[in-house]
Nanobody, 128 residues
Framework: VQLVESGGGLVQAGGSLRLSCAASGYPSDDYVIGWFRQAPGKEREGVSCISSLDNSTYYADSVKGRFTISSDVAKHTAYLQMNSLRPEDTAVYYC??????????????????????WGQGTLVTVSS
């Protein structure tokens, strides 16, 4: 499985950005896809993920109500719409995916231990 990420960039606080992640090479139609992020000097944290089977989602508390994840199953592409961005959202955002058991993985809050396929990351910078 390969991932191609796009989006990101510089935005002022309160603004919006959309990240995209296109996947290819899944051996089945059951997969989970989402994003983690890592800010300078901080640990990597899960942001959001979605199951291809039932569109169940997970959001970190820090982004609930501001970020929305969606997916186009036919295109194997996920989107993260980020609204009301804050300076603390500044981080490198990594698309992550895994095939199989997608509903169960989402239920775990998209535990990093269960996700082995990572994108190269894209920088999101929110200025105050």
């Amino acid at each position: 499985v390969q991932l191609v990420e796009s989006g990101g960039g510089l935005v002022q606080a309160g603004g919006s950005l959309r990240l995209s992640c296109a996947a290819s090479g899944y051996p089945s139609d059951d997969y989970v896809i989402g994003w983690f992020r890592q800010a300078p000097g901080k640990e990597r944290e899960g942001v959001s993920c979605i199951s291809s089977l039932d569109n169940s989602t997970y959001y970190a508390d820090s982004v609930k109500g501001r970020f929305t994840i969606s997916s186009d199953v036919a295109k194997h592409t996920a989107y993260l719409q980020m609204n009301s961005l804050r300076p603390e959202d500044t981080a490198v955002y990594y698309c992550v995916t895994e095939w199989g058991n997608s509903v169960a993985i989402v239920t775990t809050g998209c535990s990093e231990n269960l996700l082995e396929i990572w994108g190269q990351g894209t920088l999101v910078t929110v200025s105050s």
